[in-house]
């Protein structure tokens, strides 16, 4: 109960915030594109210079949520003109509340999922160049499922981003069997989930200016 009570509060804290004027325009354009399939809809005759693969917090719509993931998708748009594939974790990734208590902090379809997505990425684009990152919940479905790809799909995921990591405690701030120097971990001294709880407090929705501006400016230096 104490979990849903303090979810609720800081969703209205959160909502009270004010909003860096440099990520207006990226948080707008994130509440019209929670849905995002360009890995699974492209053809393998076009692929593009970078493929984005995100997995979202819990209750978010889509696929792609409607905060971090899609403020990141319209800052890599940016840098890469018509050269993104941005692709959400859906289907068996219904990102419910209740997966969040399960061992790995999300279900192990949701995992399969997520690695289904990197295995495609690979297949239909080995030359593009794979980044990811994954919002709350999200963290955990990209650090099981990269934790878990082989050392070929691996090496292709130039850089990953987690925000409000919900397992960064358990996972010593990285990725298990994942390179570190292609982590970045955007957790605030006062979100409890990065510290090993599942408390939801106001610093747990206020990712936006990391996603909009340093996420991307962290995975263009990856890119090259």
């Not at 905060?67 to 748009?77: R, V």
């Not at 399960?102 to 239909?124: H, I, M, Q, W, Y």
């Not at 939801?200 to 990391?210: E, N, V």
Request: glycine fraction near 8%; include cysteine.
């Amino acid at each position: 109960m104490k979990f849903f009570s303090l979810l609720s509060l800081a969703i209205t804290l959160a909502a009270a915030a004010p909003v860096d004027v440099a990520v207006e325009s990226a948080v707008l354009e994130a509440r019209q594109s929670s849905i995002r399939n360009e890995l699974e809809q492209g053809s393998s005759s076009a692929c593009p210079k970078v493929i984005y693969i995100f997995a979202r917090a819990s209750t978010e719509p889509g696929n792609m949520g409607i905060s971090a993931g899609p403020a990141l998708a319209s800052a890599l748009k940016t840098r890469y003109p018509r050269n993104v594939w941005v692709q959400g974790v859906g289907g068996p990734y219904s990102a419910d509340l209740a997966s969040n208590f399960l061992p790995e902090g999300t279900s192990r379809v949701a995992v399969n999922e997520a690695k289904r997505l990197f295995t495609l990425a690979n297949t239909k684009c080995p030359n593009s160049a794979v980044v990811a990152g994954g919002y709350s919940q999200g963290t955990a479905v990209m650090a099981s499922s990269i934790s878990e790809l082989s050392a070929t799909i691996q090496n292709q995921i130039k850089g990953v981003v987690l925000f409000g990591y919900t397992k960064n405690l358990q996972n010593l701030g990285r990725i298990p069997n994942f390179p570190s120097s292609k982590t970045e971990v955007y957790c605030s001294a006062a979100d409890a989930v990065c510290f090993g709880t599942l408390f939801i407090l106001p610093a747990h929705f206020l990712y936006q200016t990391d996603a909009a501006v340093s996420a991307p400016r962290f995975l263009a230096a990856r890119i090259g």
